[in-house]
């Protein structure tokens, strides 16, 4: 059988990198900021462009067209050059090239107190060493063939500083991120070993999480490299090894984004998926809360995000290989135990039933117009979450027999009431004011998520919803805002676009509800528009376009997910 070609991708808009590294290859070099040349970045205390890597010929820079694979960036000048780049580890990056020269440089050029790089050689192997304040890490160059001509050794302040590297038979070197030292380097293994391992490990994780890809599902292994590439080793405040949302500037795991990717590791990597399902309750806080995010350097409890765990630990049991250990659900039990008290005890104003948001970003939804009358509000997706994260915490009571199933089961049929009861109306679901009892927009379609709860939803209500998803729907998939709103706007994040969190919650939904048809055409239309427009963090609802960050890994996870669903189900491609 013939080896499965690697995907291509374009370097400007994925980034450039593997599995385990907190270092990636790419121009994108902050929120929205895409530089002319390839920079080394470093995601080590946030994201940071480290170094800056410059092809050159007789000194002068040159154009170059760049492609990429998961083991192998490549600069090709005018077919008389090329340069390459290779993963050795996950702090390692080897280069070559031959035909054309290679400038690293430091990408701020401005040396203070606390900003910048300082450059030297190491007199011990003669290496050069970049030492980032930004990253708090050294950046050290050994050359392994060629020559290096160093600008700005030792300079202090505003200075050049750069090393060229060349060499008239071609050049190699190797650019290790280490702390305060490291033994010198040595070479184990050529520039060809290198890559064919890389590709053995990426092949590996492909066929772990996606052994059902076919060629109805073109898109299913560059979906897993975005997540292959966007995975770190524990460090700082992440203690196990996370999917970040991307290596772009979404560096940091989310408290609901984090789900989403288990959910696509689960059948092949079961260890990996619950370390993602888990990360963040590693930070849970004495109420019960978790925080909004996650990054190397920072934990923030400003804001959280919506209790979506009960559902997903329910699906995630479903999708792993094994059965979990009765050690692990007494952990997930008692950490999603916690999570819903912070609800229920922190969350409800005096006399009321329902829990509220604080603002729109604690609903992962930050700007939908639900919140435009009122940001704190009593949601009918917050509630809905809630029931389904209550029945599945009195059903693992019973399971590990705590004897706290009753109570649990009384605590989701008084939310249940109250969501029928306060929030809903002839008209369909809406919020309210948690503290001025006015009633917010219902243009939404974070109004439709309960349908997630309808196993314990009425028969009407459950056509009501499924009539509200279908107004929502375009060609592309499900608008987060009904595009003949005087609200919807094409690029205006909850607003309008397409995402990959509110389609799989609602697809499952209505497959829970029997609305099986419905289901299959929103997973049909939201797989065609990965395949056509990548993994982008949202999407134009109308044109298909990707918007923001291009490489999420939620985006990914969701196609997979689906992709995967549809696989075993015998469905095939296209948009229904």
């Not at 405040?237 to 984090?258: A, I, P, T």
């Not at 915490?393 to 004897?403: K, P, R």
């Not at 923001?548 to 948009?575: I, K, M």
Request: glycine share 8%; charged share 25%; with cysteine.
């Amino acid at each position: 059988m013939p080896t499965e070609p690697l995907p291509s991708f374009d370097v400007r808009e994925i980034p450039f990198s593997r599995r385990g590294s907190w270092l990636d290859l790419s121009p994108v070099v902050g929120l929205h900021r895409t530089a002319d040349d390839i920079h080394l970045v470093s995601h080590v205390t946030g994201m940071h462009a480290v170094l800056a890597l410059v092809p050159l010929r007789e000194g002068d820079r040159i154009e170059c067209t760049l492609t990429a694979d998961p083991t192998l960036l490549t600069w090709k000048a005018d077919g008389q050059g090329t340069a390459e780049a290779v993963f050795e580890s996950t702090t390692a990056l080897r280069l070559r090239g031959r035909g054309m020269d290679v400038r690293i440089t430091d990408a701020t050029h401005s040396l203070t107190s606390f900003t910048g790089s300082y450059l030297l050689r190491d007199p011990q192997d003669g290496s050069y060493i970049f030492t980032s304040y930004e990253t708090g890490r050294r950046y050290r160059v050994t050359s392994l063939s060629g020559s290096i001509d160093a600008i700005g050794d030792q300079a202090l302040g505003e200075a050049d500083r750069s090393l060229t590297i060349s060499g008239m038979d071609g050049w190699e070197v190797v650019i290790e991120q280490i702390d305060a030292a490291r033994t010198p380097y040595t070479s184990v293994d050529d520039f060809e070993a290198i890559v064919e391992r890389a590709a053995t490990d990426f092949r590996a994780y492909v066929d772990a999480i996606a052994p059902w890809r076919t060629n109805a599902t073109p898109a299913a292994t560059l979906a897993c490299y975005v997540l292959w590439s966007a995975t770190v080793a524990p460090g700082g405040f992440l203690g196990r090894e996370s999917v970040l949302m991307s290596k772009h500037w979404m560096d940091k795991l989310w408290s609901w984004d984090h789900a989403f990717n288990a959910l696509a590791l689960a059948p092949g990597l079961t260890d990996l998926a619950l370390d993602q399902f888990l990360a963040p309750f590693d930070h849970q806080d004495k109420s019960g809360a978790m925080p909004d995010s996650i990054a190397h350097s920072e934990v923030l409890y400003n804001f959280v995000k919506p209790p979506i765990h009960g559902w997903a630990l329910a699906r995630l049991r479903e999708r792993l290989p094994r059965d979990l250990t009765h050690g692990e659900l007494i952990e997930l039990y008692d950490r999603i135990s916690s999570w819903t008290r912070f609800w229920l005890d922190h969350r409800r104003a005096p006399g009321h039933a329902l829990p509220y948001y604080q603002h729109g970003n604690d609903s992962g939804w930050d700007n939908s117009t639900a919140f435009d009358h009122d940001r704190v509000i009593e949601a009918p997706d917050l509630a809905a979450f809630l029931v389904i994260q209550i029945d599945v915490l009195a059903q693992l009571s019973d399971e590990l027999d705590t004897g706290d199933g009753d109570a649990w089961r009384e605590a989701g049929r008084g939310i249940r009431d109250a969501l029928l009861d306060e929030l809903h109306d002839d008209a369909g679901f809406f919020a309210v004011g948690a503290l001025s009892g006015r009633i917010g927009k219902r243009s939404s379609l974070l109004t439709l998520l309960p349908i997630l709860a309808s196993p314990r939803l009425p028969e009407d209500v459950i056509d009501q919803l499924a009539r509200g998803i279908e107004a929502h729907l375009t060609e592309w998939g499900l608008a987060t805002q009904l595009l003949d709103s005087a609200e919807y706007e094409s690029d205006g994040y909850w607003r309008g676009p397409i995402w990959a969190p509110a389609t799989l919650l609602i697809e499952d939904g209505l497959r829970a509800a029997g609305r099986t048809e419905l289901a299959a055409l929103v997973s049909a239309r939201f797989r065609a528009l990965c395949e056509r427009s990548g993994f982008a963090e949202n999407f134009d609802a109308v044109t298909g376009e990707g918007l923001r960050d291009r490489a999420y890994t939620w985006t990914a996870s969701v196609y997979l997910v689906l992709a995967g669903n549809a696989a075993r189900e015998g469905a095939g491609p296209g948009q229904g």
